[in-house]
């Protein structure tokens, strides 16, 4: 956080607000209360300076019985870094004194982690913030938040104050830790409390987490994006890479070691990016996954990787086995070059098919995964058939596909489009049959072999059948003394559904891994 960030805390709104847009809100708001909106203007900056680590956070005592007789709620959208988010908001509810609950109906606090990717998500939170009118008109104490990437961009921050006087608090991806006095302020004021930093702030290490689950965590290894890729908004709100000191990421792992998490997840926007801005040592991702590969966990996933700066050294750690698993989620996004090059991907197809080579000549059975976005503005049906025939060049095993979303403020959004909607809806379907036919074939591989699953409980159909992934993040359901859950276990695969597999219970696997 910086100085001007952190004497904002509680701000004089008429000394702050100086635009137009003020004007046309004013009349929602009283003005002694919290109001410092998002500008994306500000968002796209990336400063110079040094990121600051902040490892003296600390709760003030003034809050902690804040929350005592409270219950909260969070609702978690999009992506695991806003799943993550939700562990730490947890965390801070928690020790508050706020207990949690599943019903909306008698939620004292109820949080709404929002995601901004695309249209249709965005539209998903608006729906439901409407559906939590009610709960305000009956519950008037309660205490309802907007929160995550949606809360960083002006246009959402906007429709809010205009449509959803049902709203008490904005808050955005960088002022997660003050959610204390965010919460002190909604319960003081009758105004909207609005508090978004477009500027990202320092790298703050020992927050309160309550996690998920006590089988797989996640582990954030940096934040933010400086990629800029044109149709995207993350860097816009989730601010400019900042990487995690490595003696911190690895004390969170031997922690969740002793603690006998299974397997842990290493976060990023990017990871690969991770200790570029590290200017004291020479330090990189394969560095980082080749430290935490001697750490006693049984299982290391990693995601996302920009196939931009996937280097040799990681392929390198990842071969070797260990807790890293083999299985490589690398969005390409589209198999044409003028695609990639007006997306800012920095690639083209060859240089992606050059390192999906080397992947695969380091490890021969490797898993990849991709991302793709069909029809972005102006691509033709030859460049499309592009992204097929890379598909099928790849023989990914699965893909998250997406139709190109305008986002607001991206340069994406300025260029006109010529392709009508029903022409790219019909090739996203083209795209998912062929998605669905290599799902399949990689799926229907396994039939007949032992493999090694993470059983993390009842699967989600049946109570008496036990589910968990493999290595390869493939879901297999089969039956088994309950006792196995947490624990990694041989199944043998007698049958592939579409998403799925079946398979027979043989044994608790002999472990893998050997501490150094
Ligand atoms: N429209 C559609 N898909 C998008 N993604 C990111 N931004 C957009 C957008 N504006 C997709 C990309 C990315 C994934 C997380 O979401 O494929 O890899
Ligand atoms: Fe968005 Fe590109 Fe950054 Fe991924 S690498 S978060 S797609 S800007």
């Known amino acids: 956080m910086n100085e001007e960030q952190r004497k904002a805390g509680t701000i004089d709104v008429l000394a702050q607000r100086d635009s137009k847009e003020e004007k046309d809100y004013s009349k929602y708001f009283n003005f002694e209360h919290v109001y410092q909106p998002p500008s994306l203007k500000d968002a796209k900056k990336r400063g110079k300076e040094a990121v600051q680590y902040n490892r003296d956070f600390q709760i003030d005592e003034k809050y902690r019985g804040m929350g005592k007789g409270r219950t909260f709620l969070i609702k978690t959208y999009g992506c695991q870094m806003n799943a993550h988010d939700t562990e730490v908001m947890a965390g801070i509810l928690t020790a508050l004194g706020y207990t949690p609950t599943e019903d909306v109906n008698t939620a004292d606090v109820i949080l709404l982690n929002t995601c901004a990717i695309r249209e249709n998500a965005e539209n998903k939170v608006f729906g439901e913030i409407g ?16 929160c995550g990437c949606m809360s960083q961009e002006e246009s959402v921050v906007n429709k809010i104050l205009k449509s959803y006087q049902n709203v008490d608090m904005i808050f955005g991806t960088h002022n997660i830790h003050r959610l204390p006095q965010i919460l002190e302020e909604a319960y003081l004021s009758k105004a909207m409390v609005v508090e978004v930093w477009s500027k990202e702030g320092d790298v703050i290490e020992n927050l309160p987490k309550v996690r998920q689950g006590r089988i797989k965590a996640w582990v954030n290894i940096m934040y933010g994006c400086d990629k ?38 290493l976060l990023g926007q990017n990871v690969n990016s991770y200790g570029k801005d590290l200017e004291d040592i ?14 006693d966990i049984p299982r290391v ?64 059975d490797v898993a990849l995964t991709t991302d793709i976005i069909v029809g972005y503005p102006n691509e033709t049906e030859e460049q499309f058939e592009e992204t097929l025939s890379l598909y099928e060049e790849v023989g990914f095993e699965h893909a998250y596909t997406y139709l190109y979303s305008q986002r607001d403020g991206t340069p994406a959004a300025k260029m006109k489009d010529n392709v009508p909607t029903e022409v790219k ?30 059983c993390e409980g009842a699967s989600k159909k049946d109570d008496e059948v036990l589910a968990g992934y493999t290595e390869k993040n493939k879901l297999v359901n089969f039956r088994a003394p309950k006792s196995v859950i947490g624990k990694i276990v041989d199944v043998k695969i007698v049958e592939a559904k579409q998403y799925s597999l079946n398979g027979e219970f043989i044994g608790v696997s002999e472990p893998m891994m050997v501490t150094v």
């Open 131 to 146: 559906n939590l009118k009610h709960i305000k008109q009956e519950r008037p104490d309660c205490l309802i938040g907007v």
């Open 228 to 265: 800029f890729c044109t149709y995207c908004i993350v860097p816009f709100t989730r601010g400019k890479e900042r990487s995690r000191r490595p003696e911190d990421i690895i004390e969170e792992v031997r922690d969740l070691a002793r603690q006998g998490y299974q397997e842990i997840t």
């Open 282 to 295: 020479e330090y990189g991702l394969g560095d980082l996954m080749a430290d935490i590969s001697k750490i």
């Open 301 to 364: 996933r990693f995601t996302t990787s920009h196939p931009w700066d996937f280097t040799d050294r990681m392929i390198e750690v990842i071969a070797e086995g260990g807790n890293i698993v083999p299985h490589i989620h690398l969005p390409v996004q589209s198999g044409n070059d003028q695609v990639l090059k007006i997306m800012g991907r920095k690639y083209t197809r060859e240089n992606y098919l050059d390192l999906v080579a080397r992947i695969k000549a380091a490890m021969p």
């Open 425 to 454: 809806k019909e090739r996203l379907q083209r795209l998912n049959r062929l998605v669905g036919e290599y799902s399949s074939r990689a799926l229907k591989a396994y039939e007949g072999e032992t493999v090694r699953v993470l």
